[in-house]
């Protein structure tokens, strides 16, 4: 079976051709980021208007690199939540009338399920149940993966989300939006001990995260650092707070794995193409747990996660009607249409 995936929940406009859920046909993504770093972060606005423009090109050229016509093509999936609404808005509509035009199904597809079945593309043995770590700009989640449509949120953060941590350190360190993928690289060549970062734990609820006190703690200490007149070591900032980012996220994951039994772990979501966050997972599931994480090309926003996640949907009966609206929030584990 052959999905035409379309997704625009932020400021990538993006369509895919997916056979089976597992095999990428074509994978098109057309990025606004250069456009939004101007701004310092997405200008939602400016990202409806984007899309609008991109994404009759963006699908066209998707089924042309698919060597498919639409008549080839037997449903069509697209993101409907969770996102910035406007932009999900061309996508649902665009794809509410493709599927009007055409006759062939309509998907809607939630963008965190997506995130998960980035991995199904990955990794073809890859099968629920697991617990998987979905790290987002928008979202910090510990998910059990009890089947690909059956989900439950276990643990989640109460604040910032992993992505939006890293962003927004980046922008107090004059690094451009979106610093998360800026920050790891500098990184890399910094003294990750050079400063003590906090580990904030949440009192009673040990898969949560909270983020916003470490936040505060590096953008203190830039500021600090400023006003006396002194150079910021930005490579060792950058280093320590990575390092304590990565340590919440790992220390949670893992507890919530060994406390619930879980022995197959996935991460999903752009803040697991982390390369700390790589290779701290490999390292402490070596020999304990099966471990699988997105091809990096995969981690961000993308069609072809649509198009995976899009055929399980299919598969249980998820078909939209043509009354099918845009939805900015909504649960993994909740249907919205
Ligand atoms: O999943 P995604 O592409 O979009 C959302 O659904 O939010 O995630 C984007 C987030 C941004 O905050 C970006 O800075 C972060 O993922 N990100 C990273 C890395 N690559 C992307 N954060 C840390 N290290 C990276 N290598
Ligand atoms: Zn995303």
Redesign the pocket.
């Known amino acids: 079976m052959k999905i035409l995936a379309i997704e625009s929940?932020?400021d990538e406009t993006a369509a895919a051709v997916v056979e089976d859920g597992r095999t990428v046909l074509s994978n098109i993504v057309a990025s606004q980021v250069e456009e939004h770093k101007l701004y310092g972060g997405v200008v939602p606005e400016i990202a409806s208007r984007r899309h609008a423009e991109a994404i009759v090109g963006v699908v066209d050229e998707a089924i042309k690199a698919a060597d498919c016509t639409l008549d080839n093509i037997d449903a069509i999936a697209v993101t409907y939540a969770p996102g910035l609404i406007g932009a999900l808005l061309v996508g649902v509509n665009f794809a509410k009338g493709l599927s009007l035009a055409t006759g062939k199904p309509l998907i809607p597809t939630h963008?965190l399920r997506s995130?998960i079945a980035a991995n199904y593309i990955s990794h073809k043995e890859l099968k629920p149940p697991f617990l998987c770590l979905v790290v987002?700009?928008?979202?910090s989640h510990i998910v059990e993966v009890l089947s690909y449509t059956d989900m439950r949120v276990i643990g989640k953060t109460r604040d910032d989300?992993?992505?939006?941590a890293?962003?927004k350190a980046a922008r107090a360190m004059g690094i451009p939006y979106?610093?998360?993928?800026e920050?790891?690289k500098i990184a890399e060549n910094g003294d990750d001990s050079a400063f003590v970062m906090p580990h904030p734990h949440v009192d009673g609820a040990p898969y949560d995260f909270s983020f916003s006190g470490l936040k505060t703690a590096v953008i203190n200490l830039i500021h600090n650092k400023q006003q006396k007149g002194e150079e910021i070591p930005v490579a060792d900032v950058c280093a320590s707070y990575r390092k304590a980012v990565v340590g919440c996220l790992t220390d949670n994951f893992l507890r919530a794995a060994e406390d619930l039994g879980y022995t197959t772990l996935v991460t999903a979501?752009?803040?697991s193409?982390?390369?700390l966050l790589r290779r701290e997972l490999e390292r402490l599931c070596k020999d304990k747990y099966t471990l699988y994480m997105p091809e990096k090309y995969l981690?961000?926003?993308n069609g072809a996660m649509v198009g995976s996640q899009g055929y399980y949907e299919y598969l249980d009966g998820n078909i939209a009607k043509s009354d099918l609206n845009a939805v900015a929030t909504l649960p993994i584990d909740k249907r919205g249409f």
Not at 136 to 139: A, D, T
Not at 161 to 164: D, K, M, Q, R, T
Request: charged share 15%; proline share 3%.
């Open positions: 929940s932020c963008h995130h987002s700009g928008g979202h989300a992993a992505g939006e890293f962003d979106p610093g998360g993928v920050l790891d979501g752009g803040v193409a982390n390369s981690c961000g926003d």
